[in-house]
């Protein structure tokens, strides 16, 4: 029995359909030896996906980049997502799905024997960021961005990205931003935006940071609304001197930060350019 989630729900697991309580994989998986493998979190509003193509999109970037091949089209993964979605019944919910290099004797090296990738899916429900967090906004303390410098890929190799958050949750704050070389790199699990005399920015998508979904669906909401944006690298100081700051993630949308290092960022509460985005964000999943 795994505590808070639906044990009965049904996963998918290597083309079968298990309980989630009793799915199992092998512990020789390298996903769980190595924590060699790719994951996307697919958000659901009303029934439908948000920006799938797009998720999908970066899911095979990323399996490409760590040599995973499943054989799998756009179209084979899109129908098992919707497949699951559909199974589930739930309305608003996130679709996770993981793909691991497979099972195989512990050795670093690729396996040089035939080794079928893992694959798992699970459906979970998902409640959007309430009024308060909307509202009130985020608590964030810097940190040092201690990982490696491949974050443009979602591996399943998040241990710098726990230990970050928990450095958030010890300091008492929702979570960090973190730095590397003084320049801003993103938050334990978001992109993280600086607004400065009416201007959007954002760090350069490069290996530094994983290219969010929502990174260029705000950067086309601030282009629809007037906002000017720049991708650009950002100094440690311009964070703690912005206008604003917010985050973004699949399940927090986007929020407005306004605690920095236990100071109030700007007045201390959401501003102007978060409340355009906001209002895009919401009128773009009413119109799915
Ligand atoms: N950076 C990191 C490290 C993340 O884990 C996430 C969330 N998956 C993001 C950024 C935001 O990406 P997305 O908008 O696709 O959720």
Redesign the pocket.
């Known amino acids: 029995m795994i505590p808070n989630v639906d044990n009965d729900s049904l996963v998918y697991l290597n083309g079968e359909l298990v309980r989630l309580g009793d799915a199992k994989i092998s512990v020789l998986d390298r996903g769980f030896i190595f924590g060699d493998g790719i994951y996307e ?1 697919v958000p659901v509003y009303h029934g439908k996906p948000f920006r799938i193509h797009e ?1 999908l999109a ?1 899911l095979q970037r990323s399996l490409k980049k760590v040599c995973i091949e499943t054989g799998k089209s756009d179209a084979d993964w899109e129908h098992l997502l919707r497949d699951m979605l559909k199974r589930s019944g739930l309305a608003d919910c996130t679709l996770y799905l993981q793909v691991t290099r497979g099972v195989a004797k512990r050795e670093h090296g690729f396996p040089t024997d035939p080794c079928e990738p893992t694959i798992f899916c699970m459906v979970s429900p998902f409640a959007r960021p309430d009024a308060k967090k909307r509202e009130h906004g985020y608590s964030v303390v810097s940190m040092p961005d201690l990982r490696w410098q491949h ?1 443009d890929i ?1 591996s399943v190799s998040l241990l710098g ?1 726990v230990l970050a958050k928990q450095f958030a949750t010890d300091a008492g704050v929702d979570d960090v931003i973190q730095f590397r070389n003084g320049h801003l790199s ?6 993280v935006w600086v607004v400065k005399n009416g201007v959007l920015i954002a760090p350069v998508r490069d290996e530094f ?2 290219e ?4 260029v669906f705000i950067q086309e909401l601030a282009q629809k609304l007037g906002i000017r944006f720049e991708s650009r690298a950002i100094l440690q100081e311009e964070v703690a001197a912005a206008d604003e700051l917010m985050l ?3 399940t927090k949308e986007i929020l407005p930060i306004t605690q920095y290092d236990g100071k109030a960022v700007g007045n201390g509460k959401p501003g102007p350019v978060y409340a355009q985005l906001r209002a895009g964000y919401d009128a773009a999943i009413a119109a799915l």
């Open positions: 979190v998720h970066r974050c979602k990205n993103e938050g334990s699990s978001s992109n940071i994983l969010g979904i929502r990174y973004s993630s699949a």
